[in-house]
């Protein structure tokens, strides 16, 4: 894996958009792997103001979404859906058609997983996949656990996970349960990008980064992957100090 460390959350944002958009130059049809969350915020506004300079059009690319809560109606507020219309969708020139996000309202959740991961191949893979990381490790909301997860299906979330998220559900009420790609259908993009920011993350970094490979830190199995590239702020960069 490829670590490069920026002085500031939006240095390593705009680091992260740069691979994007040069991505969506190259191919205009190109497959988007994306995340939710406050990490990529920066990554989505140097995605708009490229958009608004003219410097790319995404209205040929492809996107889809690592995770949604169960049960959510997609128009709620903390949907990842209703976050990634707000944040990026809506400023800029993609086809609706072309973005695919969980839906976690589906009557048959197994049935809507193998249906994701189908359009994932059909699309021809992700060629680049964003990503945060959890304070636990998760990628994805694939949490710490005995055996690393394959294709897309349905998690408990984790008390750790569920503590970081509580915040954005106004009224308390927050789904126990969301689904998400698992590490099999992660580790297929080609290209892979995780964006890390904050002092709260440097410990989960260093597992992921120095570790060893385990379901217990899910990122650490990153290492593994051919293309991956660690784009970390100073302060999650902190205990990686060599
Ligand atoms: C979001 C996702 C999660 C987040 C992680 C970090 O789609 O899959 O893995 O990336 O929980 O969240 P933030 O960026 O809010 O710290």
Excluded at 39 to 60: A, N, Q
Excluded at 105 to 132: H, N, S
Excluded at 133 to 158: C, M, Q, R, Y
Aim: aromatic letters at 8%.
């Amino acid at each position: 894996m490829e670590i490069r460390i920026f002085d500031t959350p939006e240095e390593a944002g705009k680091a992260a958009a740069d691979i994007i958009v040069e991505t969506v130059v190259a191919d205009p049809a190109a497959v988007l792997g994306l995340a939710t969350g406050a990490t990529p915020l920066p990554v989505y506004r140097e995605m708009i103001r490229r958009y608004e300079k003219g410097d790319v059009t995404f209205s040929k690319t492809v996107t889809f979404n690592l995770d949604e809560y169960s049960s959510l109606p997609r128009k709620a507020e903390s949907s990842y859906y209703t976050f990634m219309w707000s944040n990026l969708f809506s400023r800029i020139d993609i086809d609706g058609d072309n973005v695919h996000i969980l839906d976690g309202c589906a009557p048959d959740k197994a049935a809507e997983c193998a249906r994701f991961d189908g359009m994932i191949d059909e699309a021809g893979g992700v060629d680049v996949q964003l990503l945060g990381i959890g304070t636990n490790g998760h990628i994805g909301f694939n949490e710490p656990a005995d055996e690393f997860t394959g294709g897309t299906f349905e998690v408990k979330l984790s008390q750790s996970t569920r503590d970081s998220n509580i915040k954005y559900f106004a009224d308390g009420n927050m789904p126990e349960y969301a689904l998400t790609m698992g590490i099999g259908t992660i580790m297929k993009a080609k290209k892979i990008l995780l964006m890390a920011t904050g002092e709260n993350k440097a410990k989960a970094i260093y597992a992921a980064v120095r570790g060893e490979v385990t379901p217990r830190c899910p990122a650490s199995v990153l290492q593994n992957h051919p293309d991956a590239v660690f784009l970390l702020d100073k302060s999650a960069a902190k205990l990686l100090e060599d």
